[in-house]
């Protein structure tokens, strides 16, 4: 109990007198590759995922070493079923709280809101709907290196629920995970 004491009460000495100087606000785009992790409730079904983008604009601001970074992300991913390509794009709303902890390294948390989601595969010709391939909320955590304008990004991207689905006649309960990789510019 007196470590976790401790420890609060450096992180808040530290972070006061870099507050003093005043909010610094910026802008920073990013693009990079990310890898999902699936699993479903329903027997039968074989997931596989492939590689898959995003890309994302933040405007962090921050009180010295402590602050909060609104992003707009864009992410695409495929996840195969049972030999099947499941299209997957959506549109978050990422509302991280950072903290500066040596020079270039920050850390990073908070959650994630779902704007927009599309998951789709073709039989025929014909598109037919796989359902939401994140749930409306998410949670992100993560590592961020600064160097002059140069940012690198990586990151995970967890599910607290699962998402019902719709694939040929069966219904599965998905969970989702990814591991987001990315390289940036702050401006």
Not at 126 to 145: D, H, I, S
Request: charged residues 15%.
């Amino acid at each position: 109990m007196n470590r976790r004491i401790l420890t609060a009460i450096a992180l808040l000495l530290t972070a006061f007198p870099a507050a003093a100087a005043g909010p610094r606000l910026g802008l920073q785009a990013r693009a990079g590759l990310n890898v999902a992790d699936f699993s479903a409730s329903a027997e039968g079904l074989n997931l596989s995922t492939r590689l898959g983008f995003h890309a994302a604009v933040a405007v962090p601001l921050s009180f010295g070493a402590i602050g909060v970074q609104p992003e707009l992300m864009y992410m695409r991913n495929t996840l195969k079923v049972n030999g099947q390509k499941v299209k997957m794009s959506n549109v978050e709303l990422p509302v991280l709280f950072t903290l500066r902890l040596l020079g270039p390294l920050s850390v990073f948390v908070g959650p994630a809101f779902a704007l927009s989601d599309s998951s789709y595969y073709r039989i025929d010709g014909e598109r037919r709907e796989f359902g939401n391939a994140k749930p409306t909320l998410t949670y992100m955590a993560g590592a961020v290196v600064r160097l002059n304008h140069l940012v690198l990004d990586c990151r995970f991207n967890g599910a607290f629920n699962k998402t019902e689905n719709y694939f040929e006649g069966v219904y599965p309960r998905i969970k989702s995970y990814q591991l987001l990789f990315s390289v940036g510019y702050a401006f």
